[in-house]
């Protein structure tokens, strides 16, 4: 898979070959390549001079990184306290519905992965879904539906079609 | 997007003493015009979210066409700035100080004909009293607005957060410079003592007490040491912190410079989460500006004083808003806490001395040196000084940030500020300090905010999320909801955390149900004293706060899940049936279509009924249905 941001050779540059960069270097892999593959993950413990164990538990256990590859667009549905209030756990069992995916898998056509989040801090806005880069105040998962629907849309017709903030 | 190159819009000489600084301030604040107009739009997540960066491209646009005299000030601020999340995007016209909510790209050509060139308000958009329905023109007039105490968010929403001149010129690095020019590092940490600060992340320990520690440690064991920040605002419901890097980031990185100064540390951490993508931004360019100005790096304003800080990016993990688990996260390895035999001020990142604060600690700390600690004691009650900033969310009218002195009670923030539940019901309880918190019922809701009130009475400060719950929500819920996230993030290290947690939180399942005894509130009371007493860190010891208080201000509540089976709140899904009132229902056959089951049926215009024995009760046709013909029950 083609990397979306820095490629490998210009992450491992970037830091100096030390343990405490083990955490920066895997963060810049997931988000270049959506995901950490086994040979990146070795490449990065090479660097960061330690043992593949360690930044396999480091890598499991921080909810930021991902070990199977992502979908295309990722949507993040908020289940901070506010948005559990206002119906955010509704929106996730709605959208694993209809997108026929669990929470925190990826769609059969790798279009779509599903995430909760914690909280994204924009409480007044609850529920909030990120999609992407943008986010959906206010939302419910039929509305949501539309959007992706349209991404979905867009891909096919011009090849990209993310929205950013 | 900024980019760091460009980011100084003047072209500015390294600032080689106070004076210069000083000499510098004057010389931004001499070129300011005070009656020039200004746009300023809220560009706070919140309200980006809402399309706010349209709205300032609307303006931009419009103005070079139209040639008018006015600078659109961009990128300013969060949700928290202007407060009103809830209301924007926000748009502010100076010097007026007319206040504009919910703008539209559409709108601005007419806030540009009628406000910029004609000079009158837009009245459609003015907020309107919802008690006397009147239009209300300017900020500060706005209950919302008038009630607070703005202290340490008393830049944001002023100034443009990506843009030190403009910081500088709002007294930004003054404390810096008074501390760097005449301050010895014992005078700074007694100013510090004497303000009475208690740390503003939760747990309220009195921040000159912190340094103090760190003194005598480094006595002991010499340097180097550490100053870092706390960024890592994992409490949901909570997200001043997250404001404050935004909207003020320079507040934070000069309270941790001075923190610096007063322990002579020469490396900082600033620890954020990685959810807060434009803290991030924010504060990397308020640091490659301060550095350009000799700010921040080697020999600070030519003292002699040399200091740097990075920031970590957190990879999600609630655990690491641990002080000890953030440290092994510096460190670049997983979030687990340590045993605090020995405390952090003593032995903390890589092994040394090291003075962790939150963000708003850090961003009080330069109002301090500058005005005094004793001015800071003055604000407040006597043993919770100064201000707190609380976020106030979930059923209230006006949900946002909210900055008050310590000490005035729950009503004045949740009715007076928040304009109370929509509908005009009054509240059920708040649920204050997140999922380490408790909640205050109604009938207690005169208890003074401030860290010894909240804890008498069951609750605790925490980082400020104030949650508002009414009628329609249920404890029961809520006490599980903060469980499953509790027991998700547990590190899994000690066994009270992890197992404990995992028991609770089937118990509460199982009164969801409609399952239990009066025997099992008990048990869950003995287990939570367990766990409080047993877990390693304050995860695990503070986790069962929301299941004591919410058993004890609503124990009946406990009781009619498993002896009527009954849900008052109408929430949980085991014990409520979805059903259509014939009365209201016009047939519209919206929900009918909606219904992911396919278990509501009705011919068209005629009263609907859903099928119980199908209803997966997801609550979709009470959402679709425009006539509110669906009951719960």
């Known amino acids: ?165 | 997007m900024y980019s760091l190159n460009s980011a100084l819009r003047v072209d500015t000489p390294r600032l080689d003493s106070a004076e210069a600084l000083n000499a510098y301030r004057e010389n931004l604040i001499a070129g300011q015009d005070p009656n020039q107009t200004l746009v300023v739009v809220c560009h706070g997540t919140g309200c980006m979210a809402n399309g706010s960066n349209r709205v300032t491209a609307a303006f931009q646009n419009a103005i070079e066409g139209a040639d008018i005299k006015a600078k659109v000030m961009p990128g300013i601020k969060t949700t928290g700035c202007q407060g009103f999340c809830s209301r924007g995007p926000l748009v502010l016209i100076r010097p007026q100080g007319l206040f504009y909510q919910r703008v539209k790209e559409k709108d601005v050509e007419e806030i540009i004909q009628r406000t910029l060139i004609e000079g009158q308000p837009v009245e459609r958009l003015l907020y309107k009293d919802p008690q006397t329905g009147k239009r209300i023109h300017t900020e500060q007039e706005i209950p919302f607005y008038k009630l607070q105490e703005r202290v340490v968010l008393h830049n944001i929403g002023k100034i443009d957060p990506t843009d030190i001149t403009d910081a500088i010129a709002a007294g930004a690095y003054r404390a810096l410079a008074k501390a760097l020019s005449g301050m010895t590092l014992e005078q700074v940490v007694s100013e510090v003592e004497q303000s009475g600060l208690r740390g503003r992340g939760g747990a309220g320990f009195p921040t000159g007490r912190k340094w103090r520690s760190a003194m005598a440690a480094i006595e002991k064991k010499g340097r180097p040491v550490y100053v870092v920040v706390n960024g890592d605002e994992g409490d949901p419901g909570a997200f001043m912190d997250r404001t404050i890097m935004e909207g003020d980031p320079h507040s934070v990185l000069e309270g941790l410079i001075l923190g610096a100064y007063a322990l002579g540390a020469e490396q900082g951490y600033l620890y954020v989460r990685a959810e807060y993508p434009l803290a991030i931004q924010h504060l990397e360019i308020a640091m490659a500006q301060a550095r350009e100005l000799g700010l921040l790096g080697e020999n600070i304003l030519n003292s002699g004083f040399s200091f740097d800080a990075r920031i970590n990016r957190g990879a999600g993990a609630f655990v690491c808003g641990e002080s000890t688990a953030l440290f092994t996260s510096i460190e670049g390895k997983p979030g687990n806490p340590r045993p605090k035999y020995t405390r952090s001020v003593e032995e903390g990142l890589w092994g040394r001395p090291t003075i962790l604060n939150n963000v708003e600690t850090w961003a009080n700390v330069p109002l301090i040196i500058d005005k005094g600690g004793d001015w800071y004691a003055g604000l407040g009650v006597p043993h919770s000084t100064g201000t707190k900033v609380f976020s106030l969310v979930g059923k209230v009218n006006n949900v946002g940030l909210v900055e008050v002195p310590m000490g005035v009670p729950v009503s004045h923030i949740v009715e007076a500020i928040g304009g109370g539940v929509p509908g005009g019901a009054p509240f059920k309880a708040v649920q204050t300090g997140g999922p380490s918190g408790g909640c205050i019922p109604y009938h207690l809701k005169e208890t003074p905010v401030d860290f010894d009130s909240l804890t008498k009475a069951g609750s605790m400060m925490g980082s400020g999320a104030m949650i508002v719950m009414d009628d329609s929500d249920c404890v029961v819920d809520v006490a599980r909801y903060f469980l499953r996230f509790l027991e998700e993030e547990s590190c899994g290290k000690c066994l009270p955390c992890r197992l404990g947690l995992t028991r609770m939180r089937e118990m509460l399942d199982a009164f969801s149900k409609g399952v239990g005894t009066e025997r099992d509130i008990e048990d869950l009371i003995s287990l939570s004293q367990a766990i409080q007493d047993g877990a390693l860190c304050a995860l695990g010891s503070s986790a069962p706060n929301p299941v004591l208080t919410t058993i004890n201000y609503f124990r009946d509540e406990y009781r009619a899940h498993f002896s009527d089976h009954k849900c008052p709140a109408g929430v949980c899904k085991d014990l409520i049936t979805f059903s259509i009132d014939p009365d209201a229902c016009t047939g519209c056959r919206s929900c009918a279509r909606q219904c992911p089951n396919n278990c509501i049926s009705g011919e068209k215009k005629q009263p609907h009924v859903i099928d119980a024995n199908q209803c997966i009760r997801c609550g979709i046709c009470k959402e679709t249905c425009k006539f509110d013909a669906v009951r719960v029950s």
């Open chain 1, 1 to 165: 898979m083609a990397p979306v941001g820095k490629d490998m050779d210009t992450i491992l540059e970037q830091y100096p070959a030390k343990p405490e960069y083990l955490i920066f270097l895997l963060q810049d892999i997931q988000s270049s390549y959506g995901y950490i593959s086994q040979e990146s993950m070795q490449q990065a413990s090479d660097h960061a001079g330690v043992p593949l164990t360690q930044a396999y538990s480091v890598a499991t256990f921080y909810q930021s990184f991902r070990l199977d590859p992502s979908g295309e667009h990722e949507v993040r549905v908020c289940l901070g306290t506010a948005c559990h209030l206002k119906g955010g756990q509704r929106i996730v069992e709605e959208l694993e519905r209809r997108l026929n995916v669990e929470a925190g898998g990826t769609t059969a056509d790798m279009r779509f992965t599903l995430n909760t989040v914690n909280c994204v801090g924009a409480c007044a806005l609850a529920p909030v879904v990120v999609v992407d880069d943008d986010y959906h105040a206010n939302t419910t998962a039929r509305k949501l539906e539309k959007h992706l629907k349209k991404l979905e849309h867009d891909v096919t017709a011009d090849g990209e079609g993310q929205g950013h903030v």
